[in-house]
T-cell receptor, first 113, second 115 residues
Framework: GAVVSQHPSRVICKSGTSVKIECRSL??????MFWYRQFPKQSLMLMATSNEGSKATYEQGVEKDKFLINHASLTLSTLTVTSAHPEDSSFYIC?????????FGPGTRLTVT | AQSVTQPDIHITVSEGASLELRCNYSYGATPYLFWYVQSPGQGLQLLLK??????LVQGIKGFEAEFKRSQSSFNLRKPSVHWSDAAEYFC?????????????FGTGTLLAVQP
């Protein structure tokens, strides 16, 4: 139980384009999902908290117009990286909250060329 | 402010040897503490967690951790390491941020296992 999937697992895009990453809770409902970013050999940094049916809450220093989050249902949250640049290349991980615990997806490797 | 420190960036142990990964936290209230493991290019898997009660917590894959309030520590241990344990390990503290529980992660400890 408590499985979280992410799609795609890897994506390469050209600078200036937008990329959408999906996070799904497969066997439970999650009113809250989280988006993290992980740079090589570094820890996970929380980017934003995604709440179903309401606006996401962004951490300090995260550009909400660049990283658009939509949590349209209890099992799906999406992160769209708009006008991507090479410095946005990173490993993006989502988690879904259930009973106070977070369950993590396998991550999405974004490379912007 | 909440923070988590993992003093050891990289540790190498021999297969079959014991392991202890250190974690210190800073948090004003009673913490929720977690240990996660991450294999290369993968997401995080929960090894164990401490919310309250017994300070020695058993987890999956033979891991355990002990919460020591006086030392603000939550060290992860395993009596005999297997080659498959090679991975990155993250300690995290959970706190209530606004309307939900959030996690702050330490910088991680990369474990290498020698045959």
């Amino acid at each position: 139980g408590a499985v979280v999937s992410q799609h795609p697992s890897r994506v390469i895009c050209k600078s200036g384009t937008s990329v959408k990453i999906e996070c799904r809770s497969l066997d439970f409902q999650a009113t809250t999902m989280f988006w993290y970013r992980q740079f090589p050999k570094q820890s996970l940094m929380l980017m934003a908290t995604s709440n179903e049916g309401s606006k996401a809450t962004y951490e300090q220093g995260v550009e909400k117009d660049k990283f658009l989050i939509n949590h349209a249902s209890l099992t799906l949250s999406t992160l769209t990286v708009t006008s991507a640049h090479p410095e946005d290349s990173s490993f993006y991980i989502c988690s879904a909250s259930s009973r106070g615990e977070q369950y993590f997806g396998p991550g999405t490797r974004l490379t912007v060329t | 402010a909440q923070s988590v420190t993992q003093p050891d960036i990289h540790i190498t142990v021999s297969e079959g040897a014991s392991l202890e990964l250190r974690c210190n936290y800073s948090y004003g209230a009673t913490p929720y503490l977690f240990w996660y493991v991450q294999s290369p290019g993968q997401g995080l898997q929960l090894l164990l967690k401490y919310f309250s009660g017994d300070t020695l917590v058993q987890g999956i894959k033979g891991f355990e951790a002990e919460f020591k309030r006086s030392q603000s520590s939550f060290n992860l241990r395993k009596p005999s390491v297997h080659w498959s344990d090679a991975a990155e390990y993250f300690c995290a503290v959970g706190y209530y941020g606004g309307a939900t529980n959030k996690l702050i992660f330490g910088t991680g400890t990369l474990l290498a296992v020698q045959p």
